[in-house]
């Protein structure tokens, strides 16, 4: 494979996985947990490959980061389950992880 394919098929993997992770972040109705890894592991993949980050910047990450983020401090949302609150809590912490990436 040569550089020109290599780079093609980074590019694809990284527009493929950035996607999935914003739909994942974007969908409410699925598990605090599984949104916030998925915050976790956007970050991590654009702070480590300039692919994701250009990626992440073009699918505009950072706006659907921050309106993830508000929905979770706003305070007609708290909850009085101690384990969705602590949920609520390491999303949040992704998300602003993921938003200083």
């Given amino acids: 494979m040569g550089a020109d394919e290599g780079d093609f098929m980074e590019l694809l993997i ?3 996985r950035v996607g999935e992770w914003l739909d994942t972040l974007a969908n ?3 598990p605090s947990v599984r ?3 998925a915050a976790s592991e956007l970050a ?3 702070c480590a490959r300039a692919t994701y980050w250009e990626e992440a910047q ?3 990450a950072e ?8 929905a979770l401090v706003c305070p007609n ?3 009085t ?3 969705h609150n602590a949920e609520r809590e390491r999303l949040r912490h992704a998300l602003e992880e993921c938003l200083v990436a």
């Fill in 14 to 16: 990284a527009s493929e």
């Fill in 58 to 60: 073009q699918n505009d």
């Fill in 44 to 46: 991590s993949a654009a």
């Fill in 28 to 30: 409410k109705k699925l």
């Fill in 35 to 37: 949104r916030a890894r």
């Fill in 77 to 79: 949302l708290q909850d």
């Fill in 63 to 70: 706006s659907m980061l921050k309106e993830a983020l508000d």
């Fill in 81 to 83: 389950d101690k384990t």
